[in-house]
């Protein structure tokens, strides 16, 4: 800022200079003075700042010399308060993994009911099965039939997350529909769930 000025009355100046030539010994003059305000100037700033500097590096200095170690009792509570926590998140997340193998459950269940559309497109027939009803029997079936080197459909047919017990999937066709069963975790489901295709 003292610049701009500085370079507004030089300017002045000089076209005053043009008209009169005796102004030059004030001219000088003038410059001097302003030259020495803005060196006082920035001195003052320069000095302001490098005392927030060396106030701030006093803290830090002051800092690192009353480092101490923790007691005993905020170690004790520390450890307290980061085991409720993890407590109340472990019982939170035992609400939410039922919902989130569901959720892969019927992800896992489209996948193969897309790759059973494309091999019926291909042979004009889905893999039929020789039970009268679905069965694990009838996924490994299709598993063998979908994962075949030869003839690829997915590179690995999926299983149920828990895939134990009543939580399996089970497939059923006759060739021109197919029928897989597969069990929730929700109560609200109705369970077994059907997805069927055509």
Known sequence: MCYQWVIRWVIRVLSA??????I??????????????????LLTKLTKKSMFITKIKQLFNKLKQNQKGFSLTEII???????????VATAKMEDYLPMARDAQR??????T??????????????PVTFEAE???RGWEMITEILENPEDIYMPEVPVDPL????YTFKYWSDG???QINFETEDPNDNSPQVAWGM
Request: glycine letters at 4%; one cysteine or more.
């Open 17 to 22: 200079y043009t008209y009169n030539n005796t």
């Open 134 to 136: 679905p069965s694990e």
């Open 24 to 41: 030059k010994d004030d001219f000088r003059a003038t410059i001097d003075k302003i030259l020495n305000i803005c060196y006082n100037t």
């Open 77 to 87: 509570v520390t450890v307290g308060i980061i085991g409720s926590i993890g407590t």
């Open 176 to 178: 021109q529909t197919f």
């Open 106 to 111: 019927k992800a896992n269940i489209k996948q």
């Open 163 to 166: 895939d134990a017990d009543e």
């Open 113 to 126: 009911q897309t790759a059973l559309n494309i091999y019926y497109d291909n042979h004009l027939q889905y």
